[in-house]
C-alpha cells in the first residue's frame, strides 16, 4: 500500500466541518427534546392514556422501530410534499429525528412506568388525585430516572443515526464530509476526520445527558 | 411517459428486497460468528484482551454505520482493489454487527451467576470447560430474545448499503420513484416490506421474552 | 505430613487485611469446624483452600498438590479437595445426574458408562436416587443440597469443604443435609466447614477452630473450646459469660 495520507486539506474546509457538527448538534438538541417529551406522552397514552389512543400511538411505534430511519426521511421529504406538506431538507431532518426518537423513547419510558410498584398509584390516589396528577406528580420522575441510562444510549444512536439526513442534502457533518471528498479526492482523510469528530460527539453526548440526568434527578429515588 | 401500475412497483421492490435478506443474513451469521470471538476475548482473564475488545465496542457503537460504510467502501480502495459495493457492505456490516451481538452476549453471560462460575472451578474445570459446558448453555437461553431483537437492527441497517450504490430494498426504491415519480407509494411500500420483514422479529422477540421471565419466576 | 497443610497464609482485599497469618494442619480423617462472626475470615480461608480466591503470602497444599495460581495446579488442587456452596450451585440446566456426571466426564474423562454408575452410587449415598432425572428446580433446598454432595463426592476427592451449607436452607430442611455430613465423618471423609450449627460441630466434630479478626484465636477439641472458652473474644461470641 503506496497510500500517502494527506490532511493539508483540513486548513481549507474545516469551516464546512465546523458548520456541519453545528447541524448535528441542532439536529439532536431538538431531536431529543421533543422527541423524548413526544415519547412521554406516547408511554402516558400506552400505558395509562385513553382506550381509543391506544392503537393508534400502538401502529405509530411499531411502524417506526420497524422501518429503517432512512425510508422515514425519504417518506417525509420526498412524500409528504404529494399530500402538500412541502419541509425544506433541515425541516424534514428535524421532523423525522423527532419521529424516530418519539417512538423508541415511548417503548422505554413506558418500561419505566410499567417498573413503578402498584402502591404509589394506590397512595396517590388515596390522597385523592386523579390518575394523570398521580401520573405527573408521583410516577413520572422516578419512571424517567429508571430508564435514564437506556434513554441516554437511544439518544446517541439517533445522534449516529442522523448521519443519514445527508442524502436529503441536509447541511450536517457527512454532509460536509461528502462534500470535502467530492472537492479534494481524499475520501478516506475526508470519512476518518469525520468518524473521529463523530466519536467525539458521542463521548460528549453521554456526557451532557448524565449531567442532564444529576440535575432533573437530584437524589436517589426509591427503585 | 410510461405508466406504472401500483403492481410493476411492488413486483420491482420485491425483487430488490431479495438482497436486502441476502444481505441481512449474511451479516447477521458473519457478525455472529466475529461477535462470538469478542465475547471470549471480552470476559477474557488478560486485560490486553478485554481491554481490546471494549475498545473495538466501543468504536463501532460509538461512530455512525454510515461512515463505517464509507471506509470500508473508500478504504478497501486504497489497497488498490476496486471494491464491489456488496463487498464493502457486507463487510462493514459483519464488523457493526459483531461489535452489538458481541456486547449483548456479554450482558448474558454476566448475568449468570457468580457461584455457577465457582462451582464448575471447585469441580476442577478449566476456564473453556466451565464456558462450554456450564455458563453458555444458560446464557445461550437468556440470549436468544436480545438476539432476535437485533437481527431487526441489521435489517434496517442494510438499509444504508443503499447510499453506497449497493442495490437493495431502500436503492430499488430510489431508482423506482425517480422512474415513476411516485414517492409517496413507493417509499410508502418500501416502508411497509421493511415493517413486513421486521415486525415478526420483533414481536417474536417480546414473546421469548415474556416467556423467559415467566419461567424465571417459577423457579 | 498432613492431609492439609495451611502456612502463614495472608489475604487482602486493598488495604484490607482479612487473613493475618493462619497457620493450620489438617489430618486425614479430621472433621474441623470454623467458627466466628461474619467478617472474621472464616468463608475466605476456606475459599482460599479450593482457590476460589488467591492468596497474598504464604502457602497452601492439600496432598502435596500446592496453590498456585494457573490452571493446571488449580485443578490438580481441585481434584484433590471438592467445595459445597452455602447457595447449592446446581446447573440449572442439567438433570440432577447430569450434574454430578458432568465433571467426571469433562474434567476426569471417565466414559459416560461409569459416570452413570458413579453418579448413581454417589445419589443412593445421600439417599436420592430416585430424583436422577429431575432438574434442580425440581427439588427442594436441602435436596439440592444433597445432590451438591454427591456431585463433590463423585470426584472421589479427599477433603470436603463446607461453607456455611445449611445456611440458606429453611429450618426444617437443615437436619437431612447434615445427616448426610454426619455420615461422611463417620466413614472417614477428612471434612472443613464454616458452620453455625453450635450442637453439629460439638458432637461430630474433632476439633474446632475459633477466627476472630483474621486469625485463628482460639483452636482445640470441641468438649474444650464448648466449656472452656479461654478468650473473652469466644465467650462473648458462645454468649457464656
Same mark, same amino acid.
Given at each position: 500500500?503506496?497510500?500517502?495520507?494527506?490532511?493539508?486539506?483540513?486548513?481549507?474546509?474545516?469551516?464546512?466541518?465546523?458548520?456541519?457538527?453545528?447541524?448535528?448538534?441542532?439536529?439532536?438538541?431538538?431531536?431529543?427534546?421533543?422527541?423524548?417529551?413526544?415519547?412521554?406522552?406516547?408511554?402516558?397514552?400506552?400505558?395509562?392514556?385513553?382506550?381509543?389512543?391506544?392503537?393508534?400511538?400502538?401502529?405509530?411505534?411499531?411502524?417506526?422501530?420497524?422501518?429503517?430511519?432512512?425510508?422515514?426521511?425519504?417518506?417525509?421529504?420526498?412524500?409528504?410534499?404529494?399530500?402538500?406538506?412541502?419541509?425544506?431538507?433541515?425541516?424534514?431532518?428535524?421532523?423525522?429525528?423527532?419521529?424516530?426518537?418519539?417512538?423508541?423513547?415511548?417503548?422505554?419510558?413506558?418500561?419505566?412506568?410499567?417498573?413503578?410498584?402498584?402502591?404509589?398509584?394506590?397512595?396517590?390516589?388515596?390522597?385523592?388525585?386523579?390518575?394523570?396528577?398521580?401520573?405527573?406528580?408521583?410516577?413520572?420522575?422516578?419512571?424517567?430516572?429508571?430508564?435514564?441510562?437506556?434513554?441516554?444510549? #437511544?439518544?446517541?444512536?439517533?445522534?449516529?443515526?442522523?448521519?443519514?439526513?445527508? #442524502?436529503?442534502?441536509?447541511?450536517?457533518?457527512?454532509?460536509?464530509?461528502?462534500?470535502?471528498?467530492?472537492?479534494?479526492?481524499?475520501?478516506?482523510?475526508?470519512?476518518?476526520?469525520?468518524?473521529?469528530?463523530?466519536?467525539?460527539?458521542?463521548?460528549?453526548?453521554?456526557?451532557?445527558?448524565?449531567?442532564?440526568?444529576?440535575?432533573?434527578?437530584?437524589?436517589?429515588?426509591?427503585? | 411517459?410510461?405508466?406504472?401500475?401500483?403492481?410493476?412497483?411492488?413486483?420491482?421492490?420485491?425483487?430488490?428486497?431479495?438482497?436486502?435478506?441476502?444481505?441481512?443474513?449474511? +451479516?447477521?451469521?458473519?457478525?455472529?460468528?466475529?461477535?462470538?470471538?469478542?465475547?471470549?476475548?471480552?470476559?477474557?482473564?488478560?486485560?490486553?484482551?478485554?481491554?481490546?475488545?471494549?475498545?473495538?465496542?466501543?468504536?463501532?457503537?460509538?461512530?455512525?454505520?454510515?461512515?463505517?460504510?464509507?471506509?470500508?467502501?473508500?478504504?478497501?480502495?486504497?489497497?488498490?482493489?476496486?471494491?464491489?459495493?456488496?463487498?464493502?457492505?457486507?463487510?462493514?456490516?459483519?464488523?457493526?454487527?459483531?461489535?452489538?451481538?458481541?456486547?449483548?452476549?456479554?450482558?448474558?453471560?454476566?448475568?449468570?451467576?457468580?457461584?455457577?462460575?465457582?462451582?464448575?472451578?471447585?469441580?476442577?474445570?478449566?476456564?473453556?470447560?466451565?464456558?462450554?459446558?456450564?455458563?453458555?448453555?444458560?446464557?445461550?437461553?437468556?440470549?436468544?430474545?436480545?438476539?432476535?431483537?437485533?437481527?431487526?437492527?441489521?435489517?434496517?441497517?442494510?438499509?444504508?448499503?443503499?447510499?453506497?450504490?449497493?442495490?437493495?430494498?431502500?436503492?430499488?426504491?430510489?431508482?423506482?420513484?425517480?422512474?415513476?415519480?411516485?414517492?409517496?407509494?413507493?417509499?410508502?411500500?418500501?416502508?411497509?416490506?421493511?415493517?413486513?420483514?421486521?415486525?415478526?422479529? +420483533?414481536?417474536?422477540?417480546?414473546?421469548?421474552?415474556?416467556?423467559?421471565?415467566?419461567?424465571?419466576?417459577?423457579? | !505430613?498432613?492431609?492439609?497443610?495451611?502456612?502463614?497464609?495472608?489475604?487482602?482485599?486493598?488495604?484490607?487485611?482479612?487473613?493475618?497469618?493462619?497457620?493450620?494442619?489438617?489430618?486425614?480423617?479430621?472433621?474441623?469446624?470454623?467458627?466466628?462472626?461474619?467478617?472474621?475470615?472464616?468463608?475466605?480461608? /476456606?475459599?482460599?483452600?479450593?482457590?476460589?480466591?488467591?492468596?497474598?503470602?504464604?502457602?497452601?497444599?492439600?496432598?502435596?498438590?500446592?496453590?498456585?495460581?494457573?490452571?493446571?495446579?488449580?485443578?490438580?488442587?481441585?481434584?484433590?479437595?471438592?467445595?459445597?456452596?452455602?447457595?447449592?450451585?446446581?446447573?440449572?440446566?442439567?438433570?440432577?445426574?447430569?450434574?454430578?456426571?458432568?465433571?467426571?466426564?469433562?474434567?476426569?474423562?471417565?466414559?459416560?458408562?461409569?459416570?452413570?454408575?458413579?453418579?448413581?452410587?454417589?445419589?443412593?449415598?445421600?439417599?436420592?436416587?430416585?430424583?436422577?432425572?429431575?432438574?434442580?428446580?425440581?427439588?427442594?433446598?436441602?435436596?439440592?443440597?444433597?445432590?451438591?454432595?454427591?456431585?463433590?463426592?463423585?470426584?472421589?476427592?479427599?477433603?470436603?469443604?463446607?461453607?456455611?451449607?445449611?445456611?440458606?436452607?429453611?429450618?426444617? /430442611?437443615?437436619?437431612?443435609?447434615?445427616?448426610?455430613?454426619?455420615?461422611?465423618?463417620?466413614?472417614?471423609?477428612?471434612?472443613?466447614?464454616?458452620?453455625?450449627? !453450635?450442637?453439629?460441630?460439638?458432637?461430630?466434630?474433632?476439633?474446632?477452630?475459633? !477466627?476472630?479478626?483474621?486469625?485463628?484465636?482460639?483452636?482445640?477439641?470441641?468438649?474444650?473450646?464448648?466449656?472452656?472458652?479461654?478468650?473473652?473474644?469466644?465467650?462473648?461470641?458462645?454468649?457464656?459469660?
Amino acid at each position: 500500500m503506496n497510500y500517502q495520507f494527506e490532511f493539508g486539506w483540513l486548513a481549507e474546509y474545516y469551516p464546512q466541518i465546523v458548520k456541519g457538527i453545528g447541524i448535528t448538534i441542532e439536529l439532536i438538541a431538538v431531536g431529543a427534546v421533543a422527541g423524548i417529551s413526544l415519547g412521554i406522552f406516547c408511554a402516558w397514552v400506552r400505558a395509562l392514556g385513553p382506550a381509543w389512543l391506544k392503537p393508534i400511538v400502538a401502529l405509530y411505534v411499531e411502524l417506526i422501530r420497524n422501518t429503517p430511519f432512512l425510508i422515514q426521511l425519504f417518506f417525509i421529504f420526498f412524500g409528504l410534499p404529494s399530500l402538500g406538506l412541502k419541509l425544506s431538507e433541515l425541516q424534514a431532518a428535524n421532523l423525522a429525528t423527532v419521529v424516530n426518537l418519539g417512538a423508541y423513547s415511548c417503548e422505554i419510558i413506558r418500561a419505566g412506568i410499567q417498573a413503578t410498584p402498584n402502591g404509589q398509584f394506590e397512595a396517590g390516589a388515596s390522597l385523592a388525585m386523579t390518575r394523570f396528577e398521580t401520573f405527573r406528580h408521583v410516577v413520572l420522575v422516578p419512571s424517567l430516572q429508571r430508564i435514564w441510562p437506556a434513554l441516554s444510549s #437511544q439518544v446517541v444512536i439517533v445522534m449516529l443515526g442522523s448521519a443519514v439526513v445527508s #442524502q436529503i442534502a441536509a447541511e450536517d457533518l457527512t454532509f460536509a464530509a461528502n462534500f470535502i471528498q467530492s472537492r479534494t479526492f481524499r475520501a478516506f482523510e475526508a470519512y476518518i476526520v469525520s468518524t473521529a469528530v463523530y466519536l467525539a460527539l458521542a463521548v460528549l453526548l453521554r456526557q451532557v445527558l448524565a449531567m442532564v440526568g444529576r440535575l432533573i434527578f437530584p437524589r436517589r429515588a426509591a427503585r | 411517459m410510461i405508466e406504472f401500475t401500483i403492481w410493476d412497483i411492488l413486483r420491482n421492490l420485491l425483487l430488490a428486497t431479495r438482497w436486502t435478506i441476502v444481505l441481512s443474513l449474511v +451479516s447477521f451469521v458473519g457478525g455472529g460468528v466475529v461477535g462470538l470471538g469478542l465475547l471470549f476475548l471480552r470476559i477474557s482473564k488478560r486485560k490486553w484482551s478485554r481491554s481490546l475488545a471494549k475498545y473495538y465496542i466501543e468504536l463501532f457503537q460509538g461512530t455512525p454505520l454510515l461512515m463505517q460504510l464509507f471506509i470500508a467502501f473508500f478504504g478497501l480502495g486504497l489497497f488498490g482493489i476496486d471494491v464491489p459495493a456488496w463487498l464493502a457492505a457486507g463487510l462493514a456490516l459483519i464488523l457493526w454487527s459483531a461489535a452489538f451481538l458481541g456486547e449483548i452476549w456479554r450482558g448474558c453471560v454476566e448475568a449468570i451467576a457468580k457461584g455457577q462460575w465457582e462451582a464448575s472451578a471447585s469441580l476442577g474445570m478449566g476456564r473453556l470447560q466451565q464456558m462450554r459446558y456450564v455458563i453458555l448453555p444458560q446464557a445461550m437461553k437468556i440470549a436468544v430474545p436480545p438476539t432476535v431483537g437485533f437481527s431487526v437492527q441489521v435489517i434496517k441497517g442494510t438499509a444504508l448499503t443503499s447510499i453506497i450504490g449497493f442495490v437493495e430494498l431502500s436503492k430499488a426504491g430510489t431508482v423506482v420513484t425517480n422512474a415513476t415519480f411516485q414517492p409517496f407509494t413507493v417509499y410508502g411500500l418500501v416502508a411497509l416490506i421493511y415493517f413486513a420483514l421486521c415486525w415478526p422479529l +420483533s414481536k417474536s422477540s417480546q414473546i421469548l421474552e415474556r416467556k423467559l421471565n415467566v419461567a424465571h419466576r417459577n423457579h | !505430613m498432613s492431609l492439609i497443610e495451611i502456612t502463614e497464609v495472608r489475604k487482602s482485599y486493598g488495604e484490607n487485611e482479612v487473613l493475618k497469618g493462619i497457620n493450620l494442619d489438617v489430618e486425614p480423617g479430621e472433621v474441623i469446624a470454623i467458627i466466628g462472626k461474619s467478617g472474621s475470615g472464616k468463608s475466605t480461608l /476456606l475459599r482460599c483452600i479450593n482457590g476460589l480466591e488467591t492468596i497474598s503470602k504464604g502457602s497452601i497444599s492439600v496432598a502435596g498438590a500446592q496453590l498456585l495460581d494457573d490452571e493446571v495446579h488449580l485443578k490438580a488442587l481441585r481434584l484433590k479437595v471438592g467445595m459445597i456452596f452455602q447457595q447449592f450451585n446446581l446447573f440449572p440446566h442439567l438433570t440432577v445426574g447430569g450434574n454430578v456426571m458432568l465433571s467426571q466426564m469433562v474434567v476426569k474423562k471417565t466414559a459416560k458408562p461409569e459416570a452413570e454408575k458413579m453418579a448413581h452410587r454417589m445419589l443412593e449415598r445421600v439417599g436420592l436416587e430416585q430424583k436422577f432425572d429431575a432438574y434442580p428446580d425440581e427439588l427442594s433446598g436441602g435436596q439440592q443440597q444433597r445432590v451438591a454432595i454427591a456431585r463433590a463426592l463423585a470426584m472421589q476427592p479427599m477433603a470436603l469443604l463446607c461453607d456455611e451449607i445449611t445456611s440458606a436452607l429453611d429450618p426444617e /430442611l437443615v437436619a437431612e443435609v447434615l445427616a448426610a455430613v454426619r455420615e461422611l465423618a463417620a466413614e472417614g471423609m477428612t471434612l472443613l466447614m464454616v458452620t453455625h450449627e !453450635m450442637k453439629f460441630a460439638r458432637d461430630v466434630c474433632s476439633r474446632v477452630v475459633f !477466627m476472630h479478626q483474621g486469625r485463628v484465636h482460639e483452636i482445640g477439641r470441641p468438649e474444650e473450646v464448648f466449656a472452656n472458652p479461654q478468650t473473652p473474644e469466644l465467650r462473648q461470641f458462645l454468649g457464656v459469660h
